[in-house]
């Protein structure tokens, strides 16, 4: 993994959360839009969170998963909820992040 100071880690924290809360407002506001949401939150959340984050001194974080599931086609939970792939991707980009 590549090294970066602590203030470019939490600037592109930072730029994940506001992508999180464009993101949020199209989803709908039932019980699948929630559980569609959680998984593109946590999505973006392995993606660009650069802490280490264990169980059992496991690392629960997945970054490649992330980025592949952000990247690759559709995104099913979200597409379920009737919110574009390709629009979260453009929003992710859009406040300056890279897939």
């Known amino acids: 993994m590549f ?3 602590q203030e470019e880690a939490i600037r592109i924290y930072k730029l994940a959360n506001l992508a999180i809360k464009k993101i949020a407002l199209s989803y709908p506001e039932t019980p699948e839009g929630k559980l569609g949401f959680a998984v593109t939150e946590r999505a ?3 993606a660009y969170d650069f802490k280490e984050r264990k169980v059992n001194g496991i690392d629960i974080s997945d970054r490649e998963g992330a980025l592949s599931y952000l990247n690759e ?3 099913y939970w979200a597409e379920m909820c009737g919110v574009n792939s390709d629009y979260i991707r ?3 980009r859009q406040v300056g992040l890279t897939l």
Do not use: A, S
Request: aromatic content about 0%; glycine content about 8%; overall charge neutral.
């Open 3 to 5: 090294k970066m100071t």
């Open 44 to 46: 973006i959340l392995d």
């Open 73 to 75: 086609g559709e995104m």
């Open 90 to 92: 453009r929003v992710i």
